[in-house]
């Protein structure tokens, strides 16, 4: 569908991008996920045509378009910042590109009411100024505007990223929905882990203008491809020496076990490492609770579920169990 070759970008003695190289299949949601300053804008300006790499190309079904113009890409963008006209109406907002394109009244009109009802944007909502509407509204209206152009994909910049953490779950899951009844190609940019982990089909993850492993969300997640990987995307332990000697692993390796991956009270004799050891403190989130869990000379983070009955306190004696298949090795 949409593929970069060994994108390389620079700005002046700066080089931006490594060698980017990324194949994107139709239909798929695929995000860039990393840090702040590590490339994934960047790379989502390249493929847009904002920005000219020095080398390299992007090819869109086929087609060279590195040097092709912003607006004959047919590409719908979704900024962070929505870039709406405040003082315009939400339907002269989502009909502007249509205009720009001299279609007629009535199928401008047609479009803007179809493209309205499947981004749930009422009558009334269309016909007020967008600096009128709630956060969440105008990021319908700047989605509604990128897709009624029809593009062959669309790319979107950390559009959850200036909403409220409820209002962000919520649209989060509006995204995929509309994503799958579209079925269009999209690329999504966001430095939000969970954001990643829900909406994607496959995950790139950049560090500092690379790619360190592109996968579905279970393969980032479970088979980190690196220890950046492994502690960018959710959170790890790493493991001391004494308990990597305990598990039999290459001492000359640096070892990280996921907080789940750990049981608390619920000895498995499969091959487990089984450990004493002494909570050190706990945090409370509801359906679950994080442990502070001191243990061969060191403090481990463990998960539990919730189950409102197995809770541990402070000072608590319990055991802990290891298998040697869920430590990542690097």
């Known amino acids: 569908m949409i593929q970069l070759n060994d994108i390389v970008v620079k700005f002046g003695d700066f080089e931006a991008l490594h060698h980017i190289s990324v194949h994107v299949k139709h239909g798929e949601f695929f995000t860039f996920l ?4 590590c490339g994934k804008t960047t790379t989502l300006r390249t493929i847009t045509g904002f ?12 087609r060279d378009i590195t040097h092709v113009p912003i607006e004959k890409r047919n590409i719908g963008i979704v900024f962070q910042s929505y870039a709406l006209f405040p003082t315009m109406t939400a339907r002269d907002n989502i009909a502007f590109g249509l205009k720009i394109r001299k279609l007629s009244r009535s199928e401008i009109e047609s479009r803007v009411d179809e493209i309205a009802r499947k981004v749930d944007l009422s009558e009334e909502k269309l016909n007020k100024a967008v600096s009128q509407l709630s956060g969440g509204q105008q990021q319908r209206v700047a989605i509604a505007r990128a897709l009624v152009t029809s593009p062959t994909i669309i790319c979107m910049d950390e559009p959850l990223s200036n909403l409220d953490a409820k209002l962000r779950v919520n649209l989060r899951n509006e995204l995929k929905r509309m994503q799958r009844e579209f079925g269009i190609t999209t690329i999504y940019v966001t430095h939000d882990q969970e954001e990643a982990l829900t909406l ?12 360190e492993q592109i996968g579905t969300p279970n393969e980032v ?16 332990n790493p493991l ?3 308990i990597v000697q305990g598990l039999h692993l290459n ?10 991956r750990i049981r608390v009270n619920r000895s498995n004799h499969d091959g487990t490492l089984t450990l004493p050891g002494v909570i050190e403190m706990q945090e409370y989130y509801g359906l679950y609770i994080k442990y502070y869990i001191h243990t061969a000379g060191q403090t481990l983070k463990v998960i539990e579920k919730n189950d409102g009955i197995n809770i541990y306190e402070p000072g608590e004696q319990v055991t802990l169990d290891i298998h040697p298949s869920d430590v990542m090795s690097y």
């Open 251 to 260: 001492p000359g390796n640096h070892h990280f076990i996921r907080l789940e």
């Open 200 to 211: 994607s089909d496959r995950i790139a993850v950049f560090n500092k203008g690379f790619i």
């Open 51 to 62: 920005i000219q790499p020095v080398s390299g190309t992007v090819t869109m079904q086929g």
């Open 240 to 242: 001391g020496e004494e």
């Open 34 to 37: 990393g840090p702040s300053g």
């Open 221 to 236: 997640y479970n088979h980190s491809a690196s220890e950046f990987v492994a502690n960018f995307i959710g959170d790890i």
